[in-house]
């Protein structure tokens, strides 16, 4: 993962000192959830990436990870993201009936995707509206972009 400070991020991303950003390139779904490093407790995360080609299996495999590694917030964008946003909701709802959430009471892991906006829209929700409940805000700190499969987004994101 790459810590972003391009001028692309700089214009979406807001000044505030507690959203640190990284970029994380991914060839494809299978690896997204080994790829996500964060250094903070819990983390938000952007996955950028076109999920057609990855099962409901697949999709809540990697859910489990991302949950267990400490995701506070999700944001999907790309075909087929509203499933992407379904399936991490689905398993954050299983985990938290199973007693192995992470949250408070009255705490929950949002999640949000963004079918018909231009990434650029995303990637301004994610920096300006992102924001995780009180549980995970605490120590929240990396904001990760993952682009899942796609170099064209990858290379505008780290120029």
């Known amino acids: 993962m790459e810590h972003?400070?391009?001028?692309?991020f700089e214009k979406?991303?807001?000044?505030?000192?507690?959203?640190?950003?990284?970029?994380?390139?991914?060839?494809?779904?299978e690896s997204l959830g080994r790829s996500v490093e964060p250094s903070s407790k819990h983390f938000g995360l952007?996955?950028?990436g076109d999920a057609k080609s990855?099962?409901?299996?697949?999709?809540?495999?990697?859910?489990?990870?991302?949950e267990e590694k400490?995701?506070?917030y999700l944001c999907a964008w790309g075909p087929d993201c509203g499933r992407?946003?379904?399936?991490?909701?689905e398993v954050y709802v299983e985990r938290e009936l199973d007693g192995k959430a992470q949250t408070g009471r009255d705490d929950t892991l949002l999640t949000?995707?963004?079918?018909?906006?231009p990434f650029s829209d995303a990637i301004?929700?994610?920096a300006h509206c992102a924001w995780p409940t009180k549980y995970f805000a605490v120590d929240c700190k990396d904001w990760i972009v993952a682009v899942v499969g796609n170099n064209e987004i990858g290379t505008l994101c780290a120029q």
């Open 4 to 8: 972003l400070k391009t001028a692309i």
């Open 124 to 126: 301004w929700f994610f």
């Open 12 to 29: 979406y991303f807001t000044d505030d000192p507690e959203k640190q950003f990284f970029l994380c390139s991914c060839a494809s779904w």
């Open 84 to 89: 992407v946003e379904d399936v991490f909701d």
């Open 70 to 72: 400490g995701l506070g």
């Open 112 to 117: 949000t995707s963004h079918a018909q906006e």
């Open 54 to 66: 990855i099962s409901d299996d697949g999709l809540t495999r990697i859910a489990n990870e991302l």
């Open 46 to 48: 952007l996955v950028a």
